[in-house]
C-alpha cells in the first residue's frame, strides 16, 4: 500500500492491489485502508502527496501550462498518475496561478484565417460579407419575451424596445424613472394606448397587494384612482 499509493488515486490502487494478490478488494475498502493508515487520497491531494522534490518541480515550470499538459509532464518524468483536476487543486492550495486566461495573446493569428471551407453546412460562421444568417429579422419585427411581454425590433443588429413602452412614450413622451405601463385588462398582446397606464412602482405594489388588477380595463381604472387618491391623503396626512 505504502509503495503504490503516492500520486495515485484509490480505483487505481485497488486495482494494482487486486492484481498483484488476487484479491477482490473494493475501492471503498481500499479507501478506508488508506484513511486508516494516513496515506494521502488523491481526491484531496495536499502538498503531503509530492515530494520536495516533485514540489519543487511543479512551482518552476507549472507557469503557461494547462491543467492536462502539466499532469502529463509530471506523470511521465516522475511515474506518477496525477489527473488534470489534482493539478488544478494543487494549484488552488498553493495559490499558484497558470498564467493562462483563456484568451489569445495580442498579435495571434487564428489558425482559420484567409482559409475558405465551401463545403461547411449553413450556420458554420463561414458567410460572405454582407451575407445574413437565416434566422435573421428584419427591423419592425414583433416577438415576445418568455413572460409574454411583445417586444419590437427597431434597428440592426439586434435592438428591440417593449411594444407597450414604446407605444405609450409615442403618445405621452419619456417614461419617468421608477415608473411602470401597465396593461389595464391584463392582456399584454393588446398594446393600444387606450390599454396603458403608466403608474409608479408603489402604485403597482399597492395595486397588486389590494387586488385592484381586472381583466376588465374600467374596474382596473377604478382601482388605480382609488390608490392614487389613498396615497395623496397618506401623504396630506403625513405632512
Known amino acids: 500500500m505504502r509503495e503504490i499509493c503516492h500520486g495515485r488515486l484509490t480505483p487505481e490502487v485497488t486495482k494494482l492491489l ?15 485502508v488508506r484513511k486508516r493508515l494516513g496515506l494521502p487520497v488523491g481526491k484531496v491531494f495536499a502538498k503531503k502527496i509530492l515530494s520536495k522534490e516533485q514540489h519543487d518541480y511543479f512551482i518552476k515550470n507549472h507557469a503557461g501550462k494547462t491543467a492536462k499538459e502539466f499532469a502529463q509532464e ?3 518524468k516522475f511515474g506518477l498518475s496525477l489527473t488534470p483536476r489534482q493539478v488544478k487543486s494543487y494549484r488552488g492550495n498553493n495559490d499558484l496561478n497558470s498564467g493562462l486566461t483563456g484568451h489569445f ?25 454582407g451575407n ?7 427591423v419592425g419585427t414583433i416577438s415576445y419575451t418568455t413572460d409574454g ?22 403618445h405621452n413622451g419619456p417614461i ?12 399584454k398582446t393588446n398594446w393600444d394606448i387606450s390599454n396603458l397606464a403608466c403608474l409608479s412602482k408603489n402604485e403597482v405594489a399597492r395595486m397588486n397587494q389590494n ?23 397618506r401623504e396630506v396626512e403625513n405632512g
Open 18 to 32: 487486486n492484481a498483484k494478490f488476487g484479491t477482490n478488494y473494493t475501492k471503498t475498502q481500499i479507501g478506508g
Open 74 to 76: 509530471l506523470n511521465k
Open 176 to 187: 419617468p424613472g421608477g415608473y411602470s405601463v401597465v396593461f389595464l385588462d391584463g392582456d
Open 105 to 129: 495573446k495580442k498579435g495571434s493569428v487564428p489558425h482559420n484565417k484567409g482559409k475558405k471551407y465551401p463545403n461547411l453546412p449553413p450556420n458554420s460562421g463561414q458567410f460572405q460579407k
Open 132 to 138: 445574413r444568417p437565416p434566422n435573421h429579422l428584419e
Open 211 to 233: 387586488h385592484l388588477f381586472s381583466p376588465d380595463a374600467e374596474m382596473t381604472k377604478a382601482g388605480i384612482g382609488y390608490t392614487k387618491l389613498t396615497n395623496k391623503i
Open 149 to 170: 411581454y411583445p417586444k419590437i425590433k427597431v434597428a440592426e443588429p439586434d435592438v428591440w424596445e417593449y411594444l407597450h413602452r414604446k407605444t405609450w412614450e409615442e
